[in-house]
C-alpha cells in the first residue's frame, strides 16, 4: 500500500527544471531514503510533497490525496522535520514542543520526556540561546513525539553529534515497527545504509537509481590506501580497480565492493605496510557513476 506516490513530478523556474519528472514511491511501514549531492532537488521535492510549491507538470500524493490541493488534511497525520530548523526565540525548548504538540492534538506527556532524556535537550533554555544541534533535537524531539502517519525527514540528523545521530536512528527504526512511513531525505550514505528499506537517487533532479541497497551495491566501491615494500605491478589491469594514483610505493585507488577480496590477494604479494580503508562519499560516489551523463556546467541545481 502507498502511503506517498509522485507521478513524473516536475517543477520549472523559468527554462530550468529542479525536478524533471520524478517517480517516488513510500510503502507502508517502509523508510525509503531519498539521497543525492547537495543541490540535487531533494528539498525542491519535499517543498512540493508539503504543498509549499506547486509542482509544474505531474502529480503528488499523500494518502491517496493531492499534496497541494488537500495539504491541510495531509499535514494533520504529517510529521516533518527541517535540515535548518528555525525557532521562536523567546520561546523555551519545551514549550515550542508543547506547542507543536498541542496543534496535532497529542498528550504523550511521558514520551515527550523520554525523548527529551534521550536526546539530551534542556527544555528550559529559550531557543535564542540553542545551537543548531539543539534546534534540530526540538524539531526531532516534536516530530517523534506526535503519532504521525509519515514522517518527512530532511536532512534531519544536520548539526547532530555521532551519539544523537545514533538516537535519532533508533527512533526511526521504532517509528517503523510500528507500521508508520519515513521519506528520509540524505546525503549521508552511512546513514541511508543504516535505516533504508529503499532509496532513490536524484541528481540535477532526475531520480537516476532506485531500488533496494542490495540492488544497488553496485554503485559502491572502497577507497584504499596501500603502502608496499615492493612497487606493485598490475594493479590497474585488475578487474574492479578505478582512479589509480600512485606516489612511490603508496597507492590510492577505489576498489569494487565485490572485487575486494581478490584486489588484497594481488597487492599482499608485495609486502603491505599500510592499508587504510574507507567507504565512498555519496557526492563523490555520484561525481564518479555519473560523470558525462549530463553537462558539468548543470551541476549547481536548486536543493
Known amino acids: 500500500m502507498s502511503v506517498l506516490k509522485t507521478n513524473h ?7 530550468f527544471k ?24 531533494k528539498s525542491t521535492a519535499i517543498r512540493v510533497l508539503l504543498g509549499i510549491l506547486k509542482a509544474t507538470e505531474g502529480s503528488a500524493e499523500i494518502f491517496g490525496q493531492d499534496a497541494w ?11 516533518y522535520v527541517p535540515g535548518d530548523v528555525n525557532l521562536w526565540p523567546n520561546l523555551t525548548g519545551g ?16 514520551y515527550r520526556e523520554e525523548l527529551m532524556k534521550r536526546f539530551d535537550l534542556d527544555p528550559t533554555k529559550k531557543c535564542r540561546t540553542y545551537s ?21 525527514l530532511d536532512e534531519p540528523t544536520s548539526g547532530l553529534d555521532p551519539l544523537m545521530e545514533r538516537v535519532f536512528q533508533e527512533c526511526v527504526l521504532e517509528v517503523k515497527e510500528k507500521g508508520k512511513s519515513v521519506l528520509l531525505s540524505s546525503h549521508i550514505l552511512s546513514e541511508v545504509e543504516k535505516l533504508c528499506d529503499r532509496i532513490g537517487i536524484i541528481r540535477q533532479g532526475k531520480i537516476i537509481e532506485t531500488g533496494t541497497l542490495q540492488e544497488l551495491r553496485h554503485l559502491t566501491r572502497t577507497n584504499l590506501l596501500v603502502e608496499t615494500r615492493n612497487t606493485i605491478a598490475g594493479l590497474h589491469h585488475l578487474k574492479g580497480v578505478h582512479e589509480h594514483e600512485a606516489e612511490g610505493n603508496t597507492l590510492r585507488f577505489q576498489v569494487d565492493t565485490e572485487e575486494l577480496e581478490h584486489v588484497i590477494a594481488h597487492i599482499a604479494q608485495y609486502g603491505v605496510i599500510k592499508l587504510e580503508s574507507a567507504p565512498p562519499t555519496l557526492e563523490d560516489l555520484f561525481m564518479r557513476h555519473y560523470e558525462g551523463m549530463e553537462d558539468s556546467s548543470e551541476r549547481g541545481g536548486v536543493s
Open 18 to 41: 529542479a525536478l524533471d519528472a520524478v517517480n517516488i514511491e513510500v510503502k507502508k511501514g517502509e523508510v525509503y531514503g531519498f539521497i543525492g549531492p547537495n543541490g540535487a532537488g
Open 95 to 110: 514549550e515550542v514542543i508543547d506547542l507543536f504538540m498541542k496543534l496535532r492534538g497529542n498528550k504523550q506527556s511521558n
Open 69 to 79: 490541493r488537500d495539504a491541510v488534511e495531509i499535514h494533520k497525520r504529517i510529521a
Open 132 to 152: 543548531k544541534g539543539n534546534r534540530q533535537k526540538v524539531a526531532l524531539i516534536a516530530a517523534f513525539a506526535s503519532d504521525a502517519d509519515l514522517y518527512i
Open 9 to 15: 513530478l516536475t517543477k520549472k523556474y523559468g527554462d
